[in-house]
Structure formats: structure tokens, C-alpha cells
């Protein structure tokens, strides 16, 4: 199929990697934009993560608790501007879904649109739609998640990221673990583990993941003519690299690289005397995922003056 200079463009973007690489996979992928990054991964390229393919929209993720620390609603709420999501009517607003999340617990974001907002007879979706027309731009509920159990949570630049994370303890709820639960949701926000631990690694991803390290070994002129059982060997070498980057309790704990997050979490349960587990774990990040309009600012200057 013939690949258009957007598509192009876009993968460009998303990689950091070069036109012609771009092209080229885009080429040997038939289009298909997940299977160009890996074929561009396989190649032994380095390709970044998050670029400005996935330019974050305005707005706030926020956290709240209920009363007994039980339960936890996190919630993102998108704006067309910065200046918006600063505005107190805008935060109150938000905050005010959160509270009708923990009343109601809502299955799904169309259930929740229809619930009572908390402290009005109208319903959120009655709610956005004032909001919208008094502050004159869109405004989207976006998605939320409800936690039960114990929790411990961070929110990252005045709203960019949030993170829930959940725990399996018999301890009881102190400055000492609320402090411990904030430090391993700030490693989540800072690291972007991907998975709690090992086990956790559903199959087919690691099996993509050896795919991928086995086709980077085969391509490398030094190693291409190792036996299969060498490159074999290599290849459970460099998943234990990739569990140190895609598993929480596997990483470098950000506040002590001498240790892993994973004896961090149990030098605290003995000096707190009980055990101590990380359950799951949610991460949302302000408007991931959605592409917001690339204005072209000489364009539009050139029209003013030119009277267009």
C-alpha cells in the first residue's frame, strides 16, 4: 500500500527516528503504525517512548479519598486551555465529581454523568454543560477508576499525573506508611514501570519482548553468526534488563539506586513490623493519548495582515 507523508510524519514523531527508517518500516509493516515500531525496535533503534504524537490536552487529574481512607476515585477532566484548568470554579468543579464518584460509585462514565452531582439537584452532565457554557470552552469528563482497599496516592505537577497505588498489609494506617505509599507512587510517576513484578508480565508480552531481542541480536554483525543456543542465552540475559525497567519492585529505587524498589518495600514492612505488598497499581496521565491541534501561529499572523 502506498505510505502518505503523514503517516510518515506521525511515526516520526512518535519514535524520534529518522524520515527515511520511518518510511521504510511503514513500508515493510503495510501501513501498520505498532508493527513499524517494533520492526524499528527489532533494528536495534532507539525509539522514544512518548514524543509529540502524544501531545497531552489541558485539564487536571486528580485524587480523593473517601472518609475512612477505604476507597479512592481518580478521575481526569479535560479543558481546551492551561488557563482554564487553573481556574478555582474549574478545580471546585472537578473535585465536586470526585466526591459524587466515592457517593455513588458509578459502573462506567455514562452512569456517572447521569448521578446527582454532590451538592446540586442536577446531574454532572447538567453540571459540564454549565460549565461550559459560563466558561465559554469545551470541557470533557474523561475517564475515572474507583480503588477499594488500602492506598496510597500522588499527584504530579499540579495535576499532570496521578497515581493510585494499592496494597496487600496487615498494618495499620500511620504518618510512617502514608509516607512509605507516597514514595512508591512518586517512583511510579517518575520510573513508568509498567508492571508490578515479574509474575505479572502477561506472556505474549514477554514473548513480543524476546522476539524483539532476538531480532536485535540477529541483526548485529558481531553476534549475527553466534550458535542459537548463545543467542539464546543472551536473550534471558537482556530481559532481566528489561524487568528492571518494566517491573516496579525490579527497578532502582529513585531515592536510593543502591537498593530496588523491592527491598525498599521490605526493609519498611520490618521496620514497621507487618507485611507489606503492592497490589496494582493506576496511572493516568493529563491528556494522554489525545492529539491537540497544532496551531500555526506565522500562518494565522500572515492572514491577519493580509486581511484573509
Given at each position: 500500500m502506498a505510505i502518505t507523508a503523514q503517516q510518515v510524519n506521525e511515526l516520526r514523531k512518535k519514535t524520534g527516528i529518522g524520515m527515511m527508517e520511518c518510511k521504510k518500516a511503514l513500508?515493510?509493516?503495510?501501513?501498520?503504525?505498532?508493527?513499524?515500531?517494533?520492526?524499528?525496535?527489532?533494528?536495534?533503534?532507539?525509539?522514544?517512548?512518548?514524543?509529540?504524537?502524544?501531545?497531552?490536552?489541558?485539564?487536571?487529574?486528580?485524587?480523593m479519598k473517601s472518609e475512612d481512607g477505604l476507597t479512592t476515585a481518580v478521575l481526569e477532566v479535560n479543558s481546551e486551555t492551561d488557563f482554564v484548568a487553573k481556574n478555582a470554579t474549574f478545580k471546585a468543579f472537578v473535585r465536586d465529581?470526585?466526591?459524587?464518584?466515592?457517593?455513588?460509585?458509578p459502573a462506567n462514565l455514562e452512569a456517572l454523568l447521569e448521578c446527582k452531582m454532590e451538592g446540586s439537584d442536577l446531574t454532572v452532565e447538567q453540571v459540564r454543560k454549565d460549565k461550559v457554557f459560563s466558561i465559554g470552552e469545551n470541557i470533557t469528563i474523561r475517564r475515572f477508576q474507583i480503588i477499594e482497599g488500602v492506598t496510597g496516592s500522588?499527584?504530579?505537577?499540579?495535576?499532570?499525573?496521578?497515581?493510585?497505588?494499592k496494597f496487600d498489609t496487615d498494618l495499620?494506617?500511620?504518618?510512617?506508611?502514608?509516607?512509605?505509599?507516597?514514595?512508591?507512587?512518586?517512583?511510579?510517576?517518575?520510573?513508568?514501570?509498567?508492571?508490578?513484578?515479574?509474575?505479572?508480565?502477561p506472556a505474549a508480552a514477554?514473548?513480543?519482548?524476546?522476539?524483539?531481542?532476538?531480532?536485535?541480536?540477529?541483526?548485529?554483525?558481531?553476534?549475527?553468526?553466534?550458535?542459537?543456543?548463545?543467542?539464546?542465552?543472551?536473550?534471558?540475559?537482556?530481559?532481566?534488563?528489561?524487568?528492571?525497567?518494566?517491573?516496579l519492585v525490579d527497578q532502582a529505587y529513585v531515592k536510593d539506586d543502591a537498593i530496588t524498589v523491592g527491598k525498599y518495600i521490605e526493609n519498611t514492612a520490618k521496620e514497621l513490623g507487618g507485611s507489606i505488598k503492592v497490589d496494582s497499581f493506576i496511572k493516568l496521565e493529563r491528556g494522554e493519548g489525545i492529539e491537540k491541534k497544532e496551531?500555526?501561529?506565522?500562518?494565522?499572523?500572515?492572514?491577519?495582515?493580509?486581511?484573509q
Open positions: 513500508v515493510e509493516a503495510d501501513g501498520n503504525e505498532e508493527e513499524a515500531i517494533k520492526i524499528l525496535r527489532k533494528k536495534g533503534l532507539a525509539v522514544a517512548e512518548k514524543k509529540a504524537g502524544r501531545v497531552a490536552a489541558e485539564g487536571v487529574v486528580d485524587i465529581i470526585l466526591a459524587t464518584i466515592l457517593k455513588n460509585k500522588y499527584i504530579h505537577n499540579a495535576g499532570a499525573i496521578a497515581v493510585v497505588a495499620t494506617p500511620s504518618p510512617a506508611f502514608d509516607e512509605f505509599a507516597k514514595n512508591i507512587c512518586m517512583q511510579i510517576a517518575a520510573m513508568n514501570a509498567s508492571y508490578v513484578c515479574r509474575e505479572c508480565v514477554l514473548e513480543n519482548e524476546k522476539e524483539i531481542l532476538l531480532a536485535q541480536i540477529s541483526n548485529d554483525e558481531a553476534l549475527a553468526k553466534k550458535p542459537d543456543a548463545v543467542k539464546q542465552k543472551m536473550v534471558e540475559g537482556r530481559i532481566n534488563k528489561f524487568y528492571q525497567t518494566a517491573c496551531e500555526d501561529f506565522a500562518a494565522e499572523i500572515d492572514k491577519l495582515v493580509k486581511g
